[in-house]
């Protein structure tokens, strides 16, 4: 099964980000059914309060006025993907060696089409402020 590395990446930087801004991000299995849909729009809701204490912290830092979160692009979508697998039973079609700078980050639920990860996240991080609870969760 491809994932491995992903899920270890996730895992890695979601521990890393609880530790950097104190919010109290779901773990992985945690998702997992029964929870399912609710604790996925929990978990997201919750990534987006860590991400947006990122964003405030680079623009005051920095001299970037949008704060850009984008080079976390490829962490944040490998745990957005695992939320979503362990929440629907999804697999990735992602070779086990993919790395930052991919193409794409393939995950497939269900019968659906894969979804590439990579654009959506993008999207997220380069709004106003962090919004993967309404852009991968908004229809749970």
Do not use: C, K
């Amino acid at each position: 099964m491809h994932g491995g590395r992903l899920h270890d990446l996730a895992r890695q930087f979601r521990d890393y980000l609880a530790q950097q801004t104190n919010v109290d991000l779901v773990a992985i299995d945690a998702v997992a059914a029964p929870g399912g849909p609710a604790a996925l729009r929990t978990a997201l809701e919750r990534l987006d309060a860590a991400l947006g204490q990122l964003a405030d912290l680079q623009s005051v830092y920095s001299d970037s006025p949008t704060g850009s979160l984008e080079p976390l692009l490829f962490p944040v979508a490998a745990l957005t993907g695992e939320y979503m697998r362990a929440a629907f039973g999804g697999q990735w079609q992602t070779p086990d060696d993919a790395l930052p700078g991919e193409d794409a980050l393939l995950i497939v639920i269900g019968d659906q089409p894969p979804v590439d990860l990579l654009p959506i996240v993008r999207a997220s991080l380069l709004a106003a402020g962090p919004n993967l609870a309404g852009i991968v969760g908004g229809g749970t």
